[in-house]
Structures are given as structure tokens and as C-alpha cells.
């Protein structure tokens, strides 16, 4: 067996786009799509409607959607509530999409995976999340979803320009929210 940097870089990508998705479920389907619409990235054949426009416009709305309630303090625990469910079908299927190459069922079973990884990188977020609102009653999580938005942009953008990059990014993400964790855990 030979060891294949194309098959590297697509599970390097497929890892920290999943990553994004534990962040924000929609971001990543609608950068995802843009990029194939542009030409930046080849996407898995069977998801090319990603890059379709209805697609994107609903993946753009929808991402919006998310972005702005998860800056309101009462509707961010309830976003996360439902974003349980949705973060990691959204991580499946966009780490589906970045798996261009690999061969049935690899690519379906990696994905299935990548799930899982949204799952955990979204338990660590709730958690965190959790314990800003018993420190700061709710006030300091608006300036953390924005942190996240930044973060999930940072992600993305490196998914699609330098996926080693990407999962260095996810790895530091999960270390400060480690850390964070950490410090607004109440006494």
C-alpha cells in the first residue's frame, strides 16, 4: 500500500471542515458550495448540487439565520439544543463532499465519522458556552459566538487554500476551548 497525499488532504480536510460544522452547521455546506462553484475545490460528484444556486441561496439563508440567533442569549441554548441533531449530519455530509476521491463505501464510512467529531467539537462549544452564561449571566456569550464565527471562518477558508493548515487551526481551536472551558467553569 502506497501512501496517497491527495487521500491525506482529504481526510486533513474532511476533519477540520466537520470541525467547522461542530461550530456552525450551515457556514461550511455554503462555503463548501461556493468553492465548487468557483472552481477552488472538486466536491464529491455525488453532492455536485451543492454548488447548485437554489442550494446556495438556502445554505446562505440559513446560515444567516443561524449566525444571528446564536448572538441572542436566550435563543443560542436553544439553538444548540437542535443544532445537537443537525451539526452532525451537516459534518457527514459536508466531509462527504471533500472526499472527491476515495472509493465506496471509504468515503461514506469516513464521513460517518466526521459526525461523530462535530458532535464532540459541539458538546465542547455547549459546555463552554454553558459556563459563560453561569459566570456571565448570559452577556459574554454574543462575543463568543462572534469568536466562533471567526474561528469557523478561519477553518473554512484553510479547507479550501491549505487543508494541513486547517487541521493545525482545529487542533489550536480545540485547545483554547479546552482552556476556556477551563477558566469559566464556576468555582
Do not use: Y
Amino acid at each position: 500500500m502506497t501512501f496517497d497525499f491527495e487521500f491525506a488532504l482529504a481526510l486533513a480536510s474532511g476533519i477540520a471542515v466537520s470541525a467547522a460544522c461542530g461550530l456552525r452547521a450551515f457556514l461550511p455546506l455554503l462555503a463548501l458550495g461556493a468553492a465548487g462553484r468557483m472552481g477552488w475545490i472538486e466536491l464529491n460528484s455525488s453532492v455536485a448540487w451543492l454548488e447548485t444556486t437554489p442550494a446556495l441561496v438556502c445554505f446562505g439563508l440559513a446560515t444567516v439565520l443561524e449566525i444571528a440567533a446564536d448572538k441572542i442569549p436566550v435563543l443560542d441554548h436553544a439553538l444548540d439544543a437542535a443544532a445537537t441533531l443537525i451539526r452532525p449530519a451537516a459534518a457527514w455530509l459536508a466531509g462527504f463532499a471533500v472526499l472527491a476521491h476515495w472509493p465506496s463505501p471509504w468515503a461514506q464510512i469516513t464521513a460517518v465519522a466526521f459526525g461523530g467529531s462535530a458532535l464532540a467539537v459541539h458538546a465542547l462549544k455547549a459546555k463552554t458556552r454553558l459556563g459563560s452564561t453561569a459566570v456571565t449571566l448570559g452577556h459574554g456569550n454574543p462575543v463568543l459566538s462572534a469568536i466562533e464565527d471567526v474561528i469557523a471562518i478561519v477553518i473554512l477558508a484553510a479547507v479550501i487554500l491549505a487543508p494541513l493548515i486547517a487541521l493545525a487551526a482545529v487542533v489550536a481551536m480545540i485547545v483554547v476551548f479546552m482552556r476556556g472551558r477551563r477558566r469559566t467553569q464556576p468555582a
